[in-house]
């Protein structure tokens, strides 16, 4: 055995001496699975065992594992240039990005913002909303933000998220955030009266169009989520829409936003931003929350930043990420996906076994009955995420939900066996 193979089959242990997993009690988690390979929708670990990355390595990898054009454009670019301070200073990648990125988002986004992921891409935004107010002498301290939502586990983003077990132990330590039912078409009304209340309190809405992700990927309408942009835009209250999770493409458009006819203030951008390469965050913004920043006097700042802000080798994966993004192929691919999660929605709509199936572009939500328990730990998710991974599949419930959202280049014969394990599991559990 050489040198490698024998790192190899000790990484386990190795593994367990030094690390500390997210998500993951320690004394009771199984020893995690090595990956050392991976192309396309495959991921191989040490042992040569391949599975489907049904859930795009959590939503970030569009394209594939391995993309050798992506790879191609980032090693180019680290041997030009791999990193420079982006306060006092600028580089080609970062400004084209910024060019592509106002060239395609929904309309009314002028200037961009990096950091670092989304949760500090929502970190950017709340402090831009709170700023914009204080800037202009009014101090607005308030956050509406729908019940079931996650925007991420720093402590602004865990402020504007549903309050859970994941943030139980910091509640107390949480700013003052007003949580509101999702809009739909009985409770607008409501909705109304508990906004307009809030009209010159609340600095923003922060919301996840279309699709909460970690909150059990709930699927609302999108006239109703306009309903509800255009009351804060009645009320004269900012509007954050977080697409960490939706944009570049999962919901069948480009960005979740453009199913609405109203337009968000500010945006908030990662995952799928770099075909899931490099870690990279945006905030976009429109040209009013902009210019409440310029002025003479210098405390009127946006005082954030990152040490990686616009990295150029994140910009060219995210620049190469799009290029992918926008060729033929891939829409096609996408409207693939789209249409073959319809068909399988259709197939088992209605099983006895299942609370809810929910379908928004390239997702698709599969909600098994409990009785009662949908806690994220209940025990049905570990033996349904164990199941499927004895069948080669990466796919990680959301307690007593299961969801399919795969890198675009997948393939009929792929999906096709995802969906035939899925009625296998759905026979045995």
Not at 81 to 96: M, R
Not at 197 to 220: C, D, R, S, T, Y
């Amino acid at each position: 055995m050489n040198e490698f193979e024998r790192s190899r089959s000790s990484l386990v242990s190795r593994d367990q001496s030094v690390i500390w997993h997210p998500y993951t009690q320690m004394k009771t988690a199984l020893p995690p699975i090595p990956i050392v390979k991976g192309s396309g929708v495959y991921l191989e670990d040490e042992l040569g065992n391949r599975y489907i990355d049904a859930v795009s390595s959590w939503w970030v990898n569009i394209h594939g594992h391995s993309h050798p054009y992506i790879a191609a454009r980032v090693a180019e670019q680290l041997h030009t240039l791999e990193h420079v301070i982006f306060a006092g200073f600028t580089h080609p990648g970062a400004v084209a990005l910024a060019e592509r990125l106002i060239g395609i988002l929904p309309s009314g986004q002028q200037k961009i913002f990096y950091s670092d992921n989304g949760s500090t891409a929502v970190e950017v935004a709340l402090k831009m909303c709170f700023q914009f107010w204080a800037n202009q002498g009014e101090q607005r301290t308030r956050v509406i933000a729908l019940k079931n939502s996650y925007h991420g586990d720093t402590f602004g983003a865990m402020a504007v998220s549903a309050r859970s077990a994941f943030t139980g132990p910091f509640d107390r330590l949480l700013f003052g955030v007003d949580h509101i039912d999702a809009p739909n078409g009985e409770n607008l009304a409501a909705i109304r009266k508990q906004v307009t209340a809030l009209k010159g309190k609340a600095a923003a809405l922060i919301f996840e169009p279309l699709v909460q992700g970690a909150g059990g990927m709930l699927m609302h309408d999108p006239g109703h989520l306009d309903e509800l942009v255009a009351i804060c835009k009645e009320n004269d209250i900012l509007v954050i829409a977080d697409e960490v999770m939706t944009g570049f493409g999962r919901t069948g458009k480009l960005f979740a936003m453009e199913h609405l006819v109203n337009r968000a203030d500010i945006m908030c951008l990662s995952k799928g931003l770099t075909g899931g390469t490099m870690a990279l965050g945006v905030t976009s913004c429109t040209d009013r929350i902009y210019r409440a920043f310029l002025s003479d006097d210098k405390l009127k700042t946006l005082f954030h930043g990152h040490s990686f802000t616009a990295n150029p080798v994140a910009c060219a994966s995210a620049l190469a990420s799009l290029d992918i993004l926008q060729e033929e192929e891939t829409r096609s691919n996408i409207k693939l996906v789209v249409e073959k999660h319809g068909s399988f929605k259709e197939k088992i709509n209605g099983h006895p076994k299942l609370k809810e199936v929910r379908h928004t572009g390239t997702i698709l939500a599969l909600e098994w009955e409990t009785g009662g328990d949908t806690s994220y730990f209940n025990s049905l998710r570990d033996e349904l995420y164990n199941f499927f991974l004895g069948e080669g599949i990466i796919l990680r419930p959301l307690g007593n939900i299961i969801y399919v959202m795969p890198p675009y280049c997948i393939n009929e014969k792929e999906l096709d066996y995802i969906y035939t394990k899925i009625e296998e599991a759905l026979a045995r559990f």
